[in-house]
């Protein structure tokens, strides 16, 4: 029934800045862990972020202190702040929301396209 929507995708300039959201529909519980995914055409999906109920967060190497991930609980919307953006960070960006270990609390948005190019 939840529902997962991300926007802010599009082109930027390598060193460039974007900020992508994901909104969810009615009320996403602060014990859900929420997080952002990307895959690049060919490659496997990776983690690139994710925060827990408490605050804590979680990068993958290749974009610690360059991305940020917050949440908004009230607004029912994770946010990933992107900076310092490299062509590498070319991919499909999909919003994720869980409960840790209850496989069937598990919901995808459908993904934004960030293009890093010219």
């Known amino acids: 029934q939840v529902q997962l929507v991300e926007s802010g995708g599009g082109l930027v300039q390598p060193g460039g800045s974007l900020r992508l959201s994901c909104a969810a529909s009615g009320s996403i519980p602060s014990i859900y862990t929420m997080g952002w995914y990307r895959q690049a055409p060919g490659k496997q999906r990776e983690l690139v972020a994710d925060?827990?109920?408490?605050?804590?967060?979680n990068y993958a190497d290749s974009v610690k202190g360059r991305f940020t991930i917050s949440r908004d609980n009230a607004k029912n919307t994770v946010y990933l702040q992107m900076n310092s953006l490299k062509p590498e960070d070319t991919a499909v960006y999909y919003c994720n929301a869980n409960l840790p270990r209850i496989m069937s609390a598990n919901y995808w948005g459908k993904g934004t396209l960030v293009t890093v190019s010219s």
């Open positions: 925060i827990t109920s408490g605050g804590s967060t």
